[in-house]
C-alpha cells in the first residue's frame, strides 16, 4: 500500500509504500515488490537495476538509507528475468536488513533517496493504526469527499489536503483491485483510475480496461462514485459513443437508492452505461461483495467484447512495411531496402528515434511521411519543430511561467507547440502522435530535453511545468480563426505513451555531439545516398506531402497498443525459441568485445536490443524458421555502434575485433587484419559495412565517430 498522509509526514518523505513479509520472502530472503514498492523504487533507481542473473563480485547493490539505523547501506535490486517486470530486493542480515515473516517493511522516497526499513507488525500497528487494509475505509473517503464538496467551486476543491487524500484514497481502491484480478486477468487487463489534479472530476472512476479498449471508447469493468457522494455503481460497462449488440440496462433516477454518475458532459454521462450495474452505498458497503461482483463482471466484459483472452496481434510485419512503403513510394521517395522496416521496428520498440546524414537526405521527410501515414489527415498528430542554438532550458520546450503578461498580476503560462501536441496526445491515448525536432543537435540536448530523457525511462513518465499552486492559465489561438482561448496548465504533465519522438541530426561546425544518455536512449539511424538512388532521384522527384494516403484507423490503433505492450514486456518472449541459445551467445560476446576496451554496455541496451528482436519475431508470427541474425545486426549499428567515438590508438583494436565479429557471427581470439580482402558473405553485413567505413576514416583522420 502506498503510505497514507500521516505516514508521509512521519517520515518526512515525498511517497512510500508499506507491506508485511510473507514466510516464503522470509524464507528466501527476498522481497517480491508490489505495484506501490515498485513505484516507489522505480522513482529513484529508473532503469539502473539489473536484469537476470547477477554475481556477487560484479554488482554492489544501490545506495539507501535503513531507517533501523539511521546508516547508509547497500542492498540488491533485481529484475531476476531479463524480460520480466518482476522486482525483487534482497534482504541482507549483515548490513541489519532482515525483517521476518509477519513484519511490516516499507519503503520511501525523501529528497530524492531511498530509505527502507521494518518493523514488529504490532509496533508498526501501534504506531500507525492497523495494517490489514480495509477497502470500505478508501472508498468512504472519495464518498465522503464528494458530499463535502459537490456544490463548491472548482478553485475552493483544487489541491486541498481533503482532494490529495481522496486522490490517494482511489489509487488505493486501484491497487487493491489489481491485487485481486492478478491472478487470472493481470496480464490481459490495464487498470485507469480519474479524478482529476488539473480539473477537478466530479464522477471519479477505476476502469479495468481489456485490449484495444479504453475510457473514452470501449467496453470495461468500471467502478464508477457518484457524484453526490452516495456511494458508487460497479460492472460491466461501455463508454457513451460506443455501439455493442447487447444494450446496457437503463436505471430511472426514480429508483429506490439511485446512485447519480452522470458528469457534467455528454461523454461522462454513465447512469445508463451499464450492463449489469450494482449499487454500493458509502454507509453500507462490503467489500467482499465489490470484489465478487468485479470478478464477475470481467467474464461479463469479455464475452460482450467475443473475448476469451487476449487477442492475437492482427497487425503483421509484412502487411505493415507493405503498406509504408507503398506510401512512400507514392511520393518518389528513394531509401535503403531496409528503412521502412529499422524505421518502423525501432519506433515500437523505443518512442526516441534519431536520423543523421548528411544534409538534404530527407531526414525530416522521412520522419513526417511516416506521421502522416499514421495520422488522420489533418496534420495535427504531429509537429516539426525546428531546434534553436539558443535552447540552453526547457523553456523553449515546454514553456514557462510568465509573471509580465496577465492583467491581473497572476502568472500565465507561456505554452510551445510542443506542449501542445503533447496535450492533444493526452486526450486522444489510442491514436500515434509524432514530434519531430528538426537539428535536434544545434544545441546540447542533454540541457533542453533532459526532461523528456528522464520521463522515457520512468515508470510515471512525469514532466514538471511549474511550482504554482494548482493549474494556472494560460492563452492561446483557435485554429484559423486566430480567436484566443484560455486553457488550464496542471503542475505536471505525464508523457503520454502515444507519443514517438524523432530528432533529426547534422554534423558540421555548428552543432553538438550527442552524450551516451542521449544514444543510450535512442535508436540511431544513419542516411546515406548511394549511386543508384542518386540516378533515381534525377530520373523521377515528385516529394509531394499529398500523395500520402493515411492508414486505416484500426492500424493506427494497433500501432500504438503494441508499442505500450513491447515496453511493458507483454509480448511474446524469445527465450523459448529455438534460437535463444545462439542470441544470448551473441549477445554475451559482443559484450565481452566491448567490455575488453572499456566500451561496455549497460543493461537498458541489452533490455531493448531483445525487445527489438521479440518484436520482430512477434510481428512475423513466431516463425520457427525465424531469421534473428538480421534484426540483430540492426540493433548492433543502431545501439551498440553509434557510442563509438575516439582515436586510433583507442578504438582500431576495437573495431578491427567487432568487424571480424560481424564478418564471422562469433568472437574470434584470432588476430584479425581488418579490411582484408574477403568474398565471404559477412553474418551481420550492415554493421560490417558501417565498421568497414569506419576504419577507413579512422585510419585516415586518426580519429572515428559513428556519427561524422
Known amino acids: 500500500m502506498f503510505f497514507e498522509l500521516n505516514k508521509k509526514k512521519h517520515f518526512g518523505a515525498s511517497a512510500g509504500a508499506y507491506s508485511l ?33 547477477f554475481s556477487e563480485k560484479g554488482f554492489n547493490g544501490f545506495k539507501v538509507t535503513l531507517e533501523n539505523s539511521g546508516k547508509e547501506i547497500e542492498l540488491k535490486f533485481n529484475y531476476p528475468k531479463a524480460e520480466s517486470q518482476e522486482l525483487r530486493l534482497y534482504l541482507d542480515k549483515d548490513k541489519g536488513f532482515s525483517p521476518t515473516k509477519n513484519d511490516t517493511w516499507f519503503i520511501f522516497e525523501k529528497a530524492g533517496q531511498l530509505h527502507v526499513g521494518f518493523l514488529k507488525t504490532a509496533q508498526w500497528e501501534k504506531q500507525f493504526g492497523t495494517l490489514l487494509y480495509e477497502p470500505e475505509s478508501d472508498f468512504k473517503t472519495v464518498c465522503s469527499f ?17 482532494h490529495l487524500k481522496a486522490q490517494e484514497s482511489l489509487k488505493n481502491l486501484k491497487s487493491w483491485i489489481e491485487e485481486f484480478t492478478a491472478k487470472k486477468h493481470g496480464a490481459l487487463l490495464a487498470f485507469k483510475d480519474g479524478f482529476g489534479s488539473g480539473r477537478v472530476i466530479r464522477t471519479p472512476y477505476i476502469c479495468l480496461l481489456p485490449p484495444k479498449q479504453t475510457v473514452g471508447k470501449g467496453v470495461y469493468v468500471s467502478v464508477c462514485f457518484g457524484r453526490n457522494g452516495d456511494g458508487a455503481v460497479s460492472g460491466c460497462a461501455r463508454s457513451t459513443n460506443t455501439k455493442t449488440k447487447e444494450q446496457p440496462i437503463v436505471r430511472p433516477p426514480s429508483d429506490a437508492g439511485f446512485i447519480d454518475v452522470d458528469g457534467s458532459r455528454d461523454s461522462t454521462k454513465f447512469n445508463n452505461t451499464f450492463f449489469n450495474p450494482k449499487s454500493f452505498y458509502s454507509e453500507k458497503v462490503k467489500s467482499e461483495e465489490l470484489k465478487t461482483h468485479i470478478l464477475e463482471s470481467i467474464p461479463k466484459c469479455l464475452s460482450i467484447l467475443n473475448m476469451k483472452g487476449a487477442e492475437n496481434m492482427k497487425i503483421k510485419k509484412n502487411d505493415l512495411l507493405e503498406k509504408f512503403s507503398t506510401e512512400l513510394d507514392k511520393t518518389g521517395f528513394h531509401y535503403e531496402d531496409s528503412l521502412p522496416e529499422r524505421l518502423i521496428l525501432s519506433a515500437l520498440a523505443k518512442p526516441f528515434i534519431i536520423l543523421t546524414g548528411n544534409s538534404g537526405t530527407g531526414k525530416t521527410k522521412i520522419a513526417e511521411y511516416l506521421a502522416l501515414w499514421l495520422g488522420t489527415g489533418d496534420r495535427k498528430n504531429y509537429e516539426i519543430v525546428a531546434v534553436g542554438a539558443d535552447w540552453t532550458d526547457n523553456r523553449n520546450v515546454i514553456g514557462f511561467v510568465n509573471f509580465l503578461r496577465n492583467k491581473d498580476k497572476k502568472p500565465l503560462y507561456q505554452k510551445t507547440k510542443i506542449l501542445d501536441l503533447i496535450l492533444r496526445a493526452k486526450e486522444n491515448p489510442e491514436y500515434p502522435f509524432f514530434l519531430i525536432l528538426d537539428e535536434m543537435n544545434l544545441s546540447h540536448v542533454e540541457r533542453y530535453f533532459s526532461d523528456f530523457l528522464s520521463a522515457m525511462e520512468s515508470t510515471s513518465g512525469t514532466i514538471s511545468l511549474h511550482d504554482e499552486r494548482g493549474s494556472i492559465p494560460a492563452s492561446g489561438l483557435e485554429g484559423e480563426t486566430n480567436k484566443e482561448i484560455a486553457f488550464e496548465i496542471p503542475r505536471t504533465v505525464n508523457l503520454p505513451k502515444n507519443l514517438f519522438i524523432l530528432g533529426t541530426v547534422n554534423v558540421d561546425e555548428t552543432t553538438y555531439m550527442f552524450s551516451p544518455k542521449v544514444l543510450d536512449r535512442s535508436n540511431v539511424i544513419e542516411f546515406n545516398i548511394s549511386g543508384d538512388s542518386f540516378s533515381q532521384f534525377l530520373a523521377e522527384t515528385k516529394l509531394g506531402l499529398e500523395n500520402i494516403e493515411s492508414a486505416q484507423e484500426s492500424l493506427q490503433k494497433e500501432f500504438v497498443l503494441l508499442s505500450q505492450k513491447a515496453r511493458a514486456g507483454e509480448i511474446g518472449s524469445i527465450n523459448d525459441h529455438p534460437s535463444w541459445p545462439d542470441i544470448e551467445k551473441a549477445i554475451r560476446q559482443i559484450f565481452e568485445i566491448m567490455e575488453k576496451d572499456n566500451q561496455e ?19 512475423g508470427g513466431y516463425d520457427s524458421q525465424w531469421q534473428w541474425q538480421d534484426s540483430f545486426d540492426i540493433q548492433i549499428l543502431q545501439k551498440v555502434l553509434p557510442k563509438i567515438h575516439g582515436s586510433r590508438r583507442k578504438l582500431e583494436g576495437l573495431l578491427s575485433s567487432l568487424l571480424n565479429f560481424c564478418l564471422e557471427g562469433k568472437k574470434s581470439d584470432k588476430a584479425s587484419s581488418a579490411l582484408a580482402a574477403t568474398d565471404k558473405k559477412p553474418i551481420f553485413a550492415l554493421s560490417h559495412k558501417k565498421l568497414t567505413g569506419m576504419i577507413s576514416i579512422l585510419r585516415r583522420d586518426q580519429f572515428v565517430s559513428f556519427i561524422h
Not at 23 to 42: G, M, R, V
Not at 146 to 162: C, F, M, Q
Not at 601 to 619: A, P, Q, V
Open 601 to 619: 554496455f549497460g543493461f537498458r541496451t541489452i533490455n531493448e536490443i531483445l525487445r527489438y528482436l521479440s518484436l520482430d519475431l512477434e510481428l
Open 21 to 53: 513479509v510473507t514466510a516464503d520472502e522470509a524464507s528466501n530472503s527476498q522481497l517480491t515488490l508490489d505495484e506501490c514498492e515498485k513505484n516507489i523504487c522505480l522513482r529513484v533507481l529508473r532503469d539502473r537495476i539489473p536484469r537476470g542473473s
Open 146 to 162: 464528494l458530499k463535502e464538496y459537490k456544490n463548491k467551486k472548482e478553485d475552493e476543491v483544487r489541491g486541498r489536503p481533503e
